[in-house]
Each structure stands twice: as structure tokens, then as C-alpha cells.
């Protein structure tokens, strides 16, 4: 492999960026020295412009095909002399790319696309964890050694949420399409209760469109502290890693506090594969009902109570 700059893909969702950490530095250790440039969407810049993974970020604004924006790009990766192409995102969308390199010479390429240097085949790579799959996308690569990600780089000044210690997270919201894998709001209120009996403050965390979730929460336990609205995504990640514990749904706040390695109890429906999304790690837990209301509130005091041990 030559010293010419390498390509990193990946737009997808929070959840789904959060859960590439690993693969993120693993391809950075194994090309060290050489320039190493992130495609991905917005949201994910600030993040990421602070990791130790990247030392370029471009943009994709994910524009239709037919408004032939990739014309762009695809000079711009030839422009950069790019050497070979991870391609963590592997959708149609990016196996578009892979084709609209060529006539021609194209970078070596890692992922999904038909006629890739360095394709993934696996017919079950859609239904294996999302964690094994990149193992074994990387592999192929040349990578054989993926290890979760050390995440000391996630800083925030959080100094004026004035959190008490010890705190829990909790995450009761999802997308707004998704509201059928949220946990009911009256859950959270009494595990919120649960954790004030025990000492540890109870924050909720969520989008601006999720106060009213948090509202109904503090009126079950005034000592809850609503901080929806009002973190960044790298505030979220600082809390995270110092959190005692994170109870929440399936969507991509509990995902990135997963990745920080506290303690964390997802709570899924049957909206939700475990055996293809579900965290891991020493102290990551899942409860799964097919209709979520039917979890009960015992069972997930139980495990917060086996976690916080």
C-alpha cells in the first residue's frame, strides 16, 4: 500500500456511525502515516473532526443520483489520487460510487460493490451483527484486529449541566417515525423514581421535540433533570463516559453511550434485531418485548439493580 490518501464512507444514522467506532480506529492504526480522509453527512462533523481517526472531512449532502452531484465527487477522489476506499455504509448508494469511478483505473475498493478489490460476499452479512460484519469486511482488507475503541478524545466542558454525581442516563425518545419502539413514557418515570431512591439522579436526554417526554417524567420524580435540547452529540458521548448507568430505547443516543462503555440496558421491540444491533460489551444489557409496553418495570429495576452493583 502506497502512501496515497485513503477514503473512509460512512453517512448512515447515529446509531450506525456510533457502532463503526471500532472499525474507525482499526483502520487508522493499520494505516498509519498515511492521510486519511471521513465521507459522511453533516450531522457527524463536529464529532468527529475531534476524533484521532481522521484528518480530513468531506461532506456528503446524499443528493439524488440524477442531480449528477457524484460528478463531483468522483473527480474529486481522482483529483486526491485516493488508494483504496473502505466503504462502511454499503448500500446501493455507495456501490454507486464504486461504479461511477470507473471507465478506467479505480482505487482499491472494501466493501459490497460487484468487481471491488476487496469484496465482502458473505450471503448472511445482512443478518449477522453489525459489529461481525465489519470484522469481516475488514479482514478481507488485511485488517485482523479490530478492539473497541479507546474514546478519551470524547471531552466536554459539561460544567453548566451541573450534574450530581452519581447520575443515570435516560433516553426515552426515538425517532419521531419510530415512536413504536419507544418504552412508555410512565416506564421511565418510574425507573427515574427508582434511581432516586438509590442515589443516583436520574437526567433524561433526547432531542428538543422530547421535553414533553421529559416533562412527564419530572412530574412522577421532581428530582429528574431534564436536559433535552440541550446537549451536542459530543456533550451526549462526555456524559456518557461519566454516567453510572444508561436505561434507554433503541435509537442512536443510547447507541453512542453504549460505545463509551458504561453501563447500559436497551430496551427493544420487535422492531429491533438484538442478534443484528444489540450492544456489546462487559456491562451491555437488552430486555425485548414484541410489543415493547408489555416489559414490564420490575424486570428493567432488575437489571439496573444488577448493573449498578
Request: charged residues 20%.
Amino acid at each position: 500500500m502506497s502512501g496515497a490518501p485513503i477514503l473512509v464512507i460512512k453517512l448512515g444514522a447515529l446509531g450506525d456511525v456510533a457502532q463503526v467506532f471500532s472499525a474507525f480506529q482499526a483502520i487508522r492504526a493499520h494505516h498509519a502515516g498515511q492521510r486519511i480522509i471521513l465521507l459522511t453527512t453533516s450531522p457527524y462533523v463536529a464529532l468527529l473532526q475531534t476524533s484521532p481517526w481522521f484528518d480530513e472531512i468531506w461532506i456528503d449532502a446524499r443528493a439524488p443520483v440524477w442531480r449528477l452531484a457524484w460528478l463531483g465527487l468522483r473527480q474529486r477522489i481522482r483529483r486526491r489520487g485516493i488508494a483504496r476506499v473502505y466503504d462502511l455504509q454499503t448500500t446501493g448508494r455507495t456501490d454507486w460510487y464504486f461504479r461511477m469511478l470507473g471507465p478506467g483505473a479505480r482505487p482499491e475498493w472494501v466493501g459490497t460493490a460487484s468487481g471491488a478489490s476487496h469484496r465482502h460476499v458473505n450471503p448472511q452479512r445482512d443478518f449477522i451483527h453489525n459489529y461481525d460484519r465489519l470484522a469481516e469486511q475488514l479482514a478481507i482488507a488485511g485488517i485482523a484486529t479490530i478492539a473497541p475503541p479507546d474514546l478519551s478524545w470524547l471531552a466536554a466542558d459539561l460544567a453548566d449541566f451541573a450534574c450530581p454525581e452519581p447520575f443515570a442516563l435516560l433516553v426515552p425518545g426515538t425517532s419521531a417515525h419510530r415512536a413504536i419502539k419507544r418504552w412508555p413514557t410512565a416506564g421511565f418515570a418510574r425507573v427515574a423514581a427508582f434511581l432516586a431512591t438509590r442515589g443516583v439522579a436520574p437526567i433524561v436526554v433526547g432531542g428538543r421535540d422530547e421535553g414533553a417526554l421529559a416533562a412527564t417524567i419530572r412530574a412522577a420524580c421532581p428530582s429528574a433533570i431534564d436536559l433535552t435540547g440541550r446537549t451536542s452529540i459530543t456533550e451526549l458521548a462526555a456524559l456518557g463516559r461519566r454516567a453510572a448507568l444508561a436505561v434507554g430505547n433503541d435509537t442512536g443516543p443510547m447507541h453512542l453511550i453504549a460505545e463509551t462503555r458504561t453501563p447500559t440496558l436497551m430496551l427493544m421491540s420487535r422492531e429491533s434485531d438484538p442478534a443484528h444491533c444489540a450492544p456489546r460489551g462487559p456491562k451491555a444489557r437488552f430486555l425485548r418485548r414484541d410489543f415493547i409496553k408489555d416489559l414490564p418495570a420490575e424486570e428493567v429495576e432488575a437489571v439496573i439493580a444488577e448493573l449498578l452493583e
